[in-house]
């Protein structure tokens, strides 16, 4: 029975070393890849090709969402569930609902962000396969690493971990599923 595994990982020594492993590996093809440091590296995104996050758009559809709601709850409760008419003014009254939509869209805002951080993140997960590398510690540390995904469509286990070796890495290891 053939295990199956996670992807192919690779150790450097320097952060320089794993921005050009990055780079070589998306010139060969690869695309699922991923690297983890123990601090940001800026050109480690561009060379990963990282998306741009959708985050931005679930927090601007979330305070959308709260500015309308908070309007019409308020334009609900004095116009037509309860009116009451004093000294002749409008029932639908748009400046005293200012104060209101205003909160609730910085509330839906800032609910939106923070439930869509977690869900663009695939929080909350306690585990993932990398952890089975023995010296994936050393990343929170002193290490950098360069993992290819199984699920790539180039992804072949004796060519991927040969073509890892040709980037003079430290290790290259399996990471098991």
Same mark, same amino acid.
């Given at each position: 029975?053939?295990?199956?595994?996670?992807?192919?990982?690779?150790?450097?020594?320097?952060?320089?070393?794993?921005?050009?492993?990055?780079?070589?590996?998306?010139?060969?093809?690869?695309?699922?890849?991923?690297?983890?440091?123990? !601090?940001?590296?800026?050109? =480690?995104?561009? $060379? &990963?090709?990282?998306?741009?996050?959708? @985050?931005? #758009?679930?927090? %601007?559809?979330?305070?959308?969402?709260?500015?309308?709601?908070?309007?019409?709850?308020?334009?609900?409760?004095?116009?037509?569930?309860?009116?009451?008419?004093?000294?002749?003014?409008?029932?639908?009254?748009?400046?005293?609902?200012?104060?209101?939509? !205003?909160?609730?869209?910085? =509330?839906?805002? $800032? &609910?939106?962000?923070?439930?869509?951080? @977690?869900? #663009?993140?695939? %929080?909350?997960?306690?585990?993932?396969?990398?952890?089975?590398?023995?010296?994936?510690?050393?990343?929170?540390?002193?290490?950098?690493?360069?993992?290819?995904?199984?699920?790539?469509?180039?992804?072949?286990?004796?060519?991927?971990?040969?073509?890892?070796?040709?980037?003079?890495?430290?290790?290259?290891?399996?990471?098991?599923?």
């Amino acid at each position: 029975m053939t295990k199956t595994i996670y992807g192919m990982m690779a150790e450097f020594d320097t952060p320089g070393a794993l921005v050009n492993a990055a780079r070589e590996a998306r010139a060969k093809g690869y695309r699922k890849l991923d690297a983890y440091s123990p !601090f940001p590296i800026e050109e =480690l995104s561009e $060379a &990963l090709h990282l998306h741009k996050s959708r @985050l931005p #758009l679930i927090v %601007l559809i979330g305070g959308i969402l709260g500015g309308l709601t908070g309007y019409l709850m308020q334009y609900y409760v004095t116009v037509l569930y309860f009116p009451i008419n004093v000294a002749g003014r409008p029932l639908h009254s748009w400046p005293a609902y200012i104060i209101i939509t !205003f909160e609730m869209t910085i =509330l839906f805002a $800032a &609910l939106s962000a923070v439930f869509g951080l @977690l869900a #663009l993140c695939g %929080l909350p997960m306690p585990y993932h396969p990398v952890f089975n590398v023995p010296r994936f510690a050393l990343a929170s540390r002193n290490r950098f690493f360069l993992c290819i995904e199984a699920t790539d469509p180039l992804f072949d286990r004796k060519a991927t971990s040969d073509f890892l070796g040709t980037l003079e890495p430290r290790e290259v290891s399996e990471v098991a599923h």
